[in-house]
């Protein structure tokens, strides 16, 4: 039988261990959007896809010892999307500041403000995943920071 400090040692371990998979596995993504030329499209999808599959199968192999410790899931929701999202944003920050082509504006006639796959992931998949963090946060402080049965 493990005591309640052994179990909260060994479930921040394994969030630590997350995180840097995580964040580990954003900055490959970037790299290899920037080798392919920074274009946003389906193998943006397919990478970014690949970290919600990894980020599922923590949860299921770790949902209900986080949700144990306090925040804990909140915590792993916050490293996903502060890697994830930051990964992109920080991408796309270089290659505005640079004045790359590849998130400008399309030039055909279309009147909009940047490329369209860039917007999708600097403007439209931050905001609508923040509004998913922020009712999980509101959840989790209603809760006292635990999401399962003590």
């Known amino acids: ?35 392919c030329g920074h274009a946003v499209g389906i193998l943006a999808g397919v990478l970014t896809a690949l970290i919600a599959l990894g980020y599922a199968g923590f949860l299921l192999r770790n949902r209900d010892r986080l949700g144990k410790v306090r925040f804990g899931l909140l915590a792993a929701h916050v490293v996903t999307f502060a890697a994830v999202v ?11 500041v640079s004045g790359n082509a590849a998130v400008a504006a399309p030039s055909a006639g279309e009147d909009f403000v940047m ?15 923040l509004m998913g963090l922020l009712a999980h946060s509101l959840g989790a402080i209603l809760g006292r920071g635990f999401e399962a049965p003590r």
């Open 1 to 35: 039988m493990t005591t309640t400090t052994e179990r909260l040692a060994g479930t921040t371990t394994s969030l630590q261990h997350y995180a840097l998979a995580v964040i580990a596995a954003s900055l490959a993504m970037q790299l290899v959007l920037a080798a």
């Open 86 to 96: 930051g990964g992109y944003l920080g991408h796309f920050f270089l290659l505005a």
């Open 115 to 129: 490329d369209p796959g860039w917007f999708g992931v600097v403007v439209g998949m931050p905001t609508f995943w």
